[in-house]
């Protein structure tokens, strides 16, 4: 008995993992682009979400990529645009044709719209903007005004709003009259005469209300506005902590402007959350898996130069107790486990101090709080394995005040990684530094010197 396999349908999970896309969905797309196929390329695309055609784009090799954005034609739409990796926008616009970018930007809201092009070189963005309506290109144009990473340009144009003495029965015959609405919207923003934002209401209680009740009656308990200019950090930051769905953007005169929607807050988050993971590592926030060799090498060589300058201050340490070195060669065997032990102590209480910054978690109301417990916690793991590494220095090399010298060391390491690893951080917060990008080198200094000195600076004076 034979069966037909459905070879069309989209094929996002398998052995391999959840969502990930399959290899035969990605080889057989690959060949399509070798026999030129267009109608079986659609074929397999049509089924995909536009984050598994984005992500399929960025597997491939830059000569496949612009084979498969002129192949695929005008059934290229905005939504894949905007699930690209930042780096390959611009790659990708350049290829496209000037009619078939001109439609897919038309499918975007105006925020959608000002993000792909907020980080184009000027002359594309105004190939981009020549494509628009005119409309549409003075909202982005206003947008593109507002300063980087704020709420303005974060926020879409489209909102839904009605005045705050209407009736529900009313604001439904507006909503189903209106001639566009944005295509997500999940509140009806109610506004005074002056167009001040003073509530909102779900679509959900408006659809299960009586149409004569009052919309004041049915507002939400909590609303909030966003000021244009706020951070998009601080945008996120409040989308998650009152748990918003969508917020109204106010100018200065706090009249409504825009809106955001809790879809571009949780990216802002997500953007951040990643953008702390790779400055922790110390690598540029730009990077990408589609880099060039060149670009990623340039991306990593600023944060390993500074490794490399405050490593050299730690060998200055380890030099000045040369001759101690020389006389006892164990201490050389033991000394990378004092410098590993106390670098991943640092970099865990860095790592729990920088996210609790990230948070607002940590404040100055509880530092001194948390610094206490941090330095508890330090210290008491540095007695632990103070005295585990003395057991095995002791049965390792005979000498039993090396066992002494090896776990008082391991105390002082453990907490001077506890100190630094939150100390520094607030000390760059509150300088203005982002803790995520500067703290790991001076962290991983403060911890090898401080290891280094008290391990060697007691046993020269006890051992020799």
């Known amino acids: 008995m034979t069966q037909t396999v459905d070879q069309s349908a989209p094929e996002t999970e398998t052995e391999d993992g959840a969502y990930e896309l399959g290899r035969r969905l990605v080889s057989g797309i690959l060949y399509t682009l070798e026999a030129k196929d267009r109608s079986k390329l659609v074929e397999l695309l049509e089924p995909l979400h536009p984050a598994d055609i984005a992500d399929i784009i960025e597997q491939i090799n830059p000569y496949d990529r612009r084979r498969l954005v002129q192949l695929y034609g005008e059934e290229f739409d905005g939504d894949i645009l905007s699930e690209l990796d930042d780096g390959l926008r611009e790659e990708i616009i350049q290829v496209l044709r000037p009619d078939v970018l001109a439609d897919a930007l038309r499918e975007l809201e105006s925020d959608d719209i000002v993000d792909l092009v907020e980080d184009l070189d000027e002359p594309q963005q105004e190939a981009i903007l020549d494509q628009l309506e005119d409309a549409d290109r003075v909202a982005v144009e206003q947008a593109l005004s507002f300063p980087e990473n ?29 001639r566009e609405l944005p295509e997500q919207f999940y509140h009806v923003i109610l506004v005074t005469p002056r167009m001040k934002p003073v509530g909102n209401v779900t679509l ?48 200065a005169d706090e009249r409504l402007i825009g809106m955001i929607t809790i879809d571009d807050a949780m990216a802002v988050l997500d953007e951040e959350h990643e953008e702390d993971i790779l400055r922790l590592a110390g690598v540029s926030e730009e990077t990408s898996l589609s880099d060039t060799i060149f670009e990623a090498a340039r991306g990593r060589a600023t944060w390993l130069f500074v490794n490399l300058l405050t490593a050299i201050l730690a060998s200055l340490v380890i030099g000045a107790f040369a ?21 991943n102590a640092g970099t865990q209480t860095m790592t729990v101090t920088v996210r609790a910054l990230a948070t607002k978690d940590l404040t100055a109301q509880n530092a001194l709080r948390v610094a206490r417990r ?53 000390a760059l917060d509150r300088a203005g530094i982002d803790p995520a990008l500067a703290s790991g080198p001076f962290v991983t200094t403060i911890t090898d010197v401080v290891g280094f000195f008290a391990f060697l600076g007691l046993a020269s004076h006890i051992l020799l």
């Open 150 to 178: 704020t709420a303005g340009r974060l926020m879409q144009r489209e909102t839904v709003w009605v005045p705050e003495d209407w009736t529900v029965g009313q604001a439904i015959d507006h909503v189903r009259n209106a």
């Open 204 to 251: 959900g209680k408006l659809m299960s209300t009586k149409r004569a009740v009052a919309l004041r009656e049915i507002v939400e308990e909590v609303f909030q506005t966003i000021p244009v200019t706020q951070d998009e950090e601080d945008v996120a930051y409040a989308f998650n902590q009152y748990h918003l769905i969508s917020a109204p953007v106010v100018d």
């Open 323 to 343: 001759e101690t070195i020389d006389e006892m060669v164990a201490l050389a065997v033991l000394m990378p486990i004092v410098a590993s032990m106390g670098g």
């Open 374 to 426: 941090e330095l508890s916690v330090g210290a008491l793991n540095g007695l632990l394995f103070g005295c585990i590494m003395a057991l095995v220095a002791g049965f390792w090399f005979g000498v039993p005040m090396l066992a002494v010298v090896i776990g008082v060391a391991m105390v002082f390491t453990q907490i001077s990684a506890a100190l630094g690893g939150i100390v520094i951080p607030m």
